[in-house]
């Protein structure tokens, strides 16, 4: 155990020195290492198809983890109608093309209808894990990677629910009505997501109480795990209730921030019954530092697991199989290549969106170790099982390999189109900017009201976790006793005038103020703040009785508003704690 844990890191870490030094994503260079040291040493690691699926189901959780809370909620309502189309209507067009159009290109085989839903069932779907893990490695406009990232995620629901509740039932001989596959499938439907909203409150209500971000961090799994846990029990849609609990759970944190933290009261104040009631019910849902560590600990976890999911799917690749069956296993890939890019043409062109992106989208489409569970679900008797293996394992393959390196040719070949795709983005954004300027300002410093600034600064640290890029803030803490409204209005007309078109100035209810410079580092925003902080000592009156303070942070990849706000108020204490009476201080 000790030296498989010991071959996993290994290979963690070259594929990821792989990745920084070629840019190729790790999920290749991981499963081209593990088949190539599995071949030099085949007893390295042994598992059966059995150990297999174990391993992944527990897996499956641990890694999706990261992925769907990275998803936004309201990107999800913006975009429903596309997602839709993508992990539902899309998924059902493309199984029965493929169906229909199979048997005049395998025409040595006795398939029946039941058999090539199943197989291509396994095959329209994306999987969640190959797709987040290629994507985030790329820079596309962020519509681009909502598509990809939530149809890899929301069409394996699809894809499940048609291959246990219509073709496992077809190919096991079992009479099937349209009643009942209804029935099945609100059966399925209303228990995956019940289940999974009813395990979120739960987790809800349990986090309520805690203080450490540990502890939440380990909620959070039981949240996710137990809600799989229950519905794969019930044999239901446990991904379904996977996405389910994770988006009810983070949809209710995110209304309790926007509340506000509340403050229990004394016991002092009342009798304990009653103050012990109203203390449960005044309980912050969050501590103090707001899950700032959480989605860096998932990802560091989602990594490893993913790590073990791509060695094992190497271990499972018998190359004497998939050579026995390469001219089918070329068919299947070419013939689902051709329709998930033909559906996918259809939805651009009605959406009148860059032709390209259709090629972006249809080389997003890498298959994974979720298809091969399903493979592995055929039963014993069946005829074709074998073949169906190989060609699943082939395509799995194929896609992860084949889509990712095209996908890289793409996006070099359109690099400059992506940029200026995105600086539209970007200037959309400035628009709205401009726009809301005159509603959404405070009259004497000219900066932007709370409320708006803090949209302003999760829609960058939105584009920060997508794009990889730099996005610094300052914060501005004054204390004036005596002409504090002239000194607000000459501060503000300092700041506005040196900073940059597309850099946010706003202000907090409590008199202090932030400066949003997205594109800029630490260092950058150090030079900003030093340069303020000279001007500011030259045009305004300093005495004993006006202290100003600066504090720094850039952001990171695992921040949120609440963190980056924190940081920044950490830092400005510092800073307050170490200044002299009439000085200005700057800390990060």
Sequence with gaps: MLLLFTTLLLFILLSRIIENFTKIPSTLSLIAISFLILDLFP?????????????????????????ILNISISELKKHYKEIIYLALIAVIISITTATLISPYLLQEYQFTVGMLIALFTMLMATDAISVN?????????IKLKIYAESESLFNDVTALIIFYFIAIPMISGESLTLASINLSLVKVLF??????????????????????????????YLVVVVSFSISEHLEVAGILSIVTSVLTFK?????????????PLSLQEHDLESSFVKFAKNVPTLTKRDFKEYKKEAEFIGIFANAIVFTIVADIIDISSLLNYSKEILIVFLLTTIIRYSVISAMVFKLELPSKWARALTYSGAKGALAIIMVHSLPDTFIYKEMFTAIVIGN????????TLLLMLHINRYKNEYKNEIKEDENSTLSLKKIVDIMKTDHVSGAYKESFIKDIIEKEIARVKRYKIDFSCIIINITAYKDSLELEQKLG???????????????????????????????????????????ISLETTHDSYTTVSFGITQVALNDTYETVLEKLKNAVIKAKDTRTPGRIEIEI
């Design 43 to 67: 007893n390295a690691v042994e598992l059966t198809d059995e150990k297999f699926d174990d391993i992944m189901y527990l897996m499956l959780p641990v890694i999706l983890l990261p992925d």
């Design 133 to 141: 893990n290629i994507m985030s490695k790329f820079h596309l406009p």
């Design 191 to 220: 228990l995956s997501l019940f289940i999974g909203v009813f395990v979120a409150y739960i987790g809800y209500f349990i986090i309520q109480v805690l203080r450490n971000s540990f502890d939440q961090l380990l909620v959070i």
């Design 251 to 263: 949809y209710l944190v995110q209304k309790e921030l926007k509340k506000g933290k509340r403050h």
């Design 396 to 403: 799995v393959l194929l896609s992860t390999f084949i889509y």
């Design 493 to 535: 007309e300092i700041i506005t005038k040196r900073i940059r078109e597309n850099d946010y100035f706003g202000k907090f209810d409590d008199g202090k103020y932030i400066i949003a410079t997205p594109g800029i580092s630490l260092s950058g925003a150090m030079i900003l703040a030093e340069k303020l902080e000279t001007i």
